[in-house]
């Protein structure tokens, strides 16, 4: 099945996607705006880090209590108040001016990602109950295909935006964003069954992580998703925009050209190896992966090269992500997917947290360029724990 094929004969995923199309665009184009905004207030690593993990760790705190609700809701009306208290709190952007409203900022954005998170985790959960087998690993890939696309644009064009006419104006475009998604969500129709209880949200909390101790297949499959925090390059890309590359590039163009370029690697990777990856081929794309984030440690001492190397680390990411979120998905009862879906995308994002703070802290100690490379060593780990999982697949 072809994504064209995919599109065509499913038209909720073809409307599903637009959504996240957009929902996506504006969850990442403020984003240049708020890391210039913390280098502008003369932030310190570890602060610029903290902020980074702001993004991560609503999906750590909620993750358990989302995916309870998840199950236990209508899909439709907790979409749709998830989408506007993005808008809301993109808005509330407007109101920090200086260094000490950073907490505010850290507050705001711990609350649109920790909605971002849930919408998320519902609409992962929504996919395995609309579509089954290759057609649900397709809209896996396209799902991530569409983020990544959105990244680099979302990136790239903010970073431009902020450069030209300012913080402020890119804010106001993103809310824009979202206003346009809550639009495009009120004409989507779909209908899934929904599994009534009367369970209190803490007992199915405590099913759902005894489901998993039962699972035990399952528990590895999600480490081995959370791999693909490795790279969680934000703390990385920013600090180098602001110790190195100034030099050369104005650090909101620093910025939004280096994830615009790794974004658009990871957009175009699975167009050609997506068709070559199986349960055999996978542990040879991990340490392809590892190799790629080494090359860029080599390199990254001029801004230039640095960016051919991380086209690199970008072009086989979206497909581990995928085939890995697509086993879990496939793995898992009905039942209990929204529980399960929020879960490892709680262990997901604290490998991106952990990721995020060893590079804020060990920059203090090391060179951003050794913190590379020992990531790229870390997906060397995660081939040979695949290689010894892939026996019980």
Known sequence: MTYRELLTNYPIIRQLSLLQFIAYFGSWFSNVAIYTMVVDFGSSAFIIALVTAMHLLPAVLIGPFSGAIIDKVRVRALMLSLLLTELIMTLFFLTIDSKDDLWLLMVLIFIRMGSSSMFFSTEMTLLPKLIKGRALQKANEIHSIIWSFTYAAGMAISGVVVHSFGIKTSIIIDTLFFIVAII????????VEIIHTKEKISSMIKDGFLYLKKNKLILHLIVLHSSVGLTSF???????????????IAVPLAIGITNAVRAFALMIGPLFITNKVNKDTLTYIFIFQGLAIIIWSLLQFDFYYSLIALFLTGFATTTIWSYTYALIQEGVEEKYLGRVISYNDMIFMISNIVTTFFIGIAASVISLELITAILGFGFFVFA????????FL
């Open 234 to 248: 934000d703390t990385l890309v920013t600090l180098l925009a602001k110790n190195e590359y100034k030099y050369v």
């Open 184 to 191: 495009l969500f009120f004409n989507i129709e779909f209908k």
């Open 384 to 391: 040979l724990y695949y290689n010894w999982l892939k026996k």
